[in-house]
């Protein structure tokens, strides 16, 4: 009987230690270049990608995300703009308790974690370090000054980073750059061009740089926008790296790039009305034909 006891308990303290979290590491968005707080316009792009990125559609699982403690002057802020549109669509709040340069915190808040789900910390890059070297790595890696897409992978019992991703889905379809091309590609791409497709998107910058029409933008309309766009980037960059290994990769590639399109364009737009879901589902129709149509 006794010995049973015993091995109960050891197969209870396995199960124990098979369900601890991964903890999840990400340096906060990009910054202005003028120095001032809170993320650039290529930031809050990166915040909306996230989204997809992290989401729960994601195999990440995420179920608790940490951000460092914002300044009441709006310093330290970048950490939690850059989840917390991630954090909404999670139903999560961000735990914000832990200051900067305070990485025991962390690492108290990480060891008494019991919910479900694993762990995303977002901080300023150089303090990551002092939090994986709190956590137990010895050997802790430095995060690179002039990277803002790099996810530590970090699992139980943390004394090691194991993988080092880019929030990417693809090395090459998610250039921060060609996401922020707004209404330029309406002035670039669009000479020449009286493709139905081309005449939508134009369509759909008109009302949504109009207050006064924005109320005109229907789910179609914002999908066929986004799937233009989305298209045209992934034909720049498909010609400049190759296309991806695989035609269901491509059309997963096109998709995600739709969708991190219609949220930044309901976020940076506030059309609040879109019902975000329903319009990507559109765009991924609309280039799912017309890529099996072109390939």
Request: charged share 25%; glycine share 6%; hydrophobic share 35%.
């Amino acid at each position: 009987m006794h010995a049973k006891t015993i091995l109960a308990l050891g197969l209870i303290s396995v199960a124990v230690s098979v369900a601890k979290p991964t903890v999840y590491l990400i340096r906060h968005g990009e910054k202005p270049s003028d120095g001032g707080n809170g993320l650039s316009a290529q930031g809050l792009e990166r915040a909306q990608c996230l989204r997809n990125i992290l989401g729960s559609a994601s195999s990440y699982n995420i179920g608790y995300i940490m951000a460092q403690t914002p300044k009441s002057d709006g310093k330290r802020a970048r950490p939690y703009e850059t989840v917390e549109p991630l954090a909404e669509d999670l139903g999560l709040t961000v735990d914000t308790s832990c200051d900067r340069d305070d990485p025991k915190c962390v690492r108290d808040a990480v060891e008494g974690y019991t919910g479900s789900g694993n762990i995303l910390i977002c901080w300023e890059h150089d303090a990551l370090t002092d939090i994986v070297d709190k956590l137990g790595d010895d050997d802790a890696p430095s995060y690179p000054d002039d990277r803002f897409d790099l996810i530590w992978t970090d699992p139980y019992p943390y004394s090691a980073i194991t993988a080092e991703t880019s929030e990417q889905l693809l090395p090459f379809y998610l250039d921060s750059m060609l996401l922020s091309l707004l209404t330029d590609l309406t002035l670039y791409i669009l000479l020449g061009d009286d493709s139905d497709q081309a005449q939508s998107y134009k369509e759909y910058h008109l009302y949504a740089d109009s207050n006064e029409h924005k109320g005109k933008i229907s789910h179609e309309l914002i999908a066929a926008a986004a799937s233009y766009e989305a298209a045209k980037v992934y034909e720049g960059q498909a010609a400049e790296h190759g296309p991806p290994e695989s035609h269901e990769k491509a059309k997963e590639v096109l998709a995600a790039l739709a969708g991190s399109i219609i949220d930044r364009e309901v976020e940076i737009r506030g059309l609040d009305f879109i019902d975000r879901e329903r319009a990507k589902t559109h765009a991924e129709r609309q280039l799912t034909e017309a890529y099996s149509q072109n390939y």
